[in-house]
Structure formats: C-alpha cells, structure tokens
C-alpha cells in the first residue's frame, strides 16, 4: 500500500459547550460553527459529567424525522421509550441506533440519580429515497459487541465495520458505516482499511493519538476531532494516556457521503424545505 492512500488530517476541531434535552449540558463537535456537518454525519454530541445536575432532567419527549441516530454509552445508564411502544436501558457499551424514518416521538431518561454519565450521540443523515421508512431499532449490549485483540496494546470495539475478521452488528446499506472505539497503549499501533471516498473522522477522549505519516501526519488531543483526508487506510499510534489510566481511547468514524441537498431544523432532517414545513406540520396534527 503506497503512502499516498493513507490517510491524513485535514483540520482539528474542538466542541462547544451546550444543552439539550431539558439543560443536559454537553459538547457539540459536528453541527456547530467550526464544522457543521461532515457528510453524512450531522451532529456528533459528547456527554461525560459526574454531576447529576448536569445531566438529570435528561432528553423529554421530542420528535425525529428523517435521519438516524447512534447512541453509545460508555457510562451510566439511560431509558429509552417511543410512542410506537418500544423501550429500553442503554447500559456502559451499549449501543443503539435508530432510524427515525417517517417519524417517531421518544424520549431518553437518566436510570440513576449521581455518579458518571458518559457517551456519545451521532446524528447520520439517510439519503432521500428512505426519508420515510418505517422506524426502527438496531440495538445491542455490551456483550453484543464484539472486540479485536490486534497485539501489542491495541484493542478494538468494533460496533460497526469490520478489524481484522471481526465484523460488528451494525449494518446500513444506505452509508456503509464503520465505527470503531479504538484503544492505544502509547506506542501501539493501528492500520485500518477505509473505504476510498467515505468521509471520516477521529474523535480522541481519553489521552491523545498520532495520526498518519509524513507532512499530513498529527498528534490529536483528548476532546478533538480529525477530519481525516481521503484514501484507503488510517494509521494511529498512541501517545501519552492521561495520568491514571494505560490507554488512550478514541471513535473512529467512516461512512459514504450521499451528495445530496439537506434542508434541517431541530429535531427534522429532510431534501427540500418544503418537506421541512410538511414535516411540522405533520408532527402538529399528531401524525408521528
């Protein structure tokens, strides 16, 4: 493999803090003014307090329409609950991944009353032909996913994707999804194969990674993202773990672009403001 298909950074970015939901106070990586979105990913959100007051009036009812969204929990514990019936607890390594279709109204709610919460939550647009598919869940515990031993400090959770003949539960035809939670013993090194033209990124949040080689080569720190350049394979090598801890922990996150208009506002994600407007409306009259 020639240097050229590795992959590189092209830009760091750092969140914004925010709050969502009833006051739930988090970072906004993608969908804010320093990257709004990163085709076809919208929004990526990081929560991580050991405050309850920071998190527990959690996410109230509210409506999706039209895009799908990844929850992955790392710690604490969350309640889901729809109008279609379906409910559910996010535990630590958990993941669920919903697609919001057509529509759907849910809410998702602390389990616990202190201690940490922590994870993230990834907004991935669905091309317009399946805009209006029926809702439905991808959901799977910790012990659904699966993990690669690569040797030499590196492991790998992989949720969706594939590392070295370990294939993760999650599939999506529409965006051929990879997302890995990758963790590096400093000096550890990984080589991953990426579909040439999807869009990526690597989100560190513990420790920090080096990623690439050569001139577009980058060290990134804990709480930044690397818009990764094209190719077809990324290299990352772990750095300095913070103080308590022997690993650095990062996302790695690809998927296909779908070159398509968005038109989006809150909680709807649609092609034209026209089905924007219908999309309100709908959810007014109770259509959802």
């Known amino acids: 493999m020639n240097a050229q298909s590795v992959r590189g950074v092209s830009r760091l970015v750092r969140g914004m803090p ?21 085709d076809p990913f919208l929004m990526l959100d990081e929560f991580g307090t050991d405050n309850p007051g920071d998190y527990i009036a959690g996410f109230p009812d509210h409506p999706h329409r039209g895009f799908e969204t990844v929850t992955y929990m790392l710690d604490g514990r969350m309640r889901h609950r729809d ?7 996010l535990v630590p390594g958990s993941v669920q991944w919903m697609t919001a279709g057509r529509g759907i109204v849910h809410s998702e709610m602390p389990e616990q009353q202190e201690g940490r919460m922590r994870g993230f939550q990834l907004w991935i647009n669905l091309p317009a032909r399946d805009k209006m598919t029926a809702p439905k869940y991808q959901e799977f515990g ?25 294939t993760g539960p999650i599939a999506q035809p529409a965006t051929d999804p990879t997302y890995l939670d990758v963790e590096l013993e400093p000096g550890a090194r990984l080589s991953q194969t990426l579909a040439h ?7 560190v949040y513990e420790g920090s990674v080096r990623v690439g080689t050569g001139e577009s080569a980058a060290t990134v720190a804990a709480h930044e993202l690397a818009v990764l350049t094209d190719g077809d394979s990324v290299q990352l090598e772990g750095r300095e773990p913070p103080p308590d801890q022997a690993v650095s922990r990062a996302i790695l996150v690809a998927g296909r672009p779908l070159r398509e208009p968005v038109a989006k506002h809150g909680p709807f994600v649609m092609s034209t403001r026209e089905e924007l407007i219908q999309a309100f409306q709908d959810y007014e009259s109770g259509k959802f």
């Open 18 to 38: 925010t709050s969502d939901g009833a006051g739930v106070k988090l970072t906004r990586v993608i969908g804010q003014p320093r990257l709004a979105d990163l």
């Open 83 to 89: 109008n279609h019936g379906h409910e559910g607890v």
């Open 142 to 166: 910790p012990e659904k996913i699966p993990a690669a031993d690569l040797g030499g400090g590196a492991r790998v959770r992989v949720i969706a994707g594939q590392v070295a003949g370990v």
């Open 197 to 203: 033209g999807h869009a990526a990124f690597l989100y």
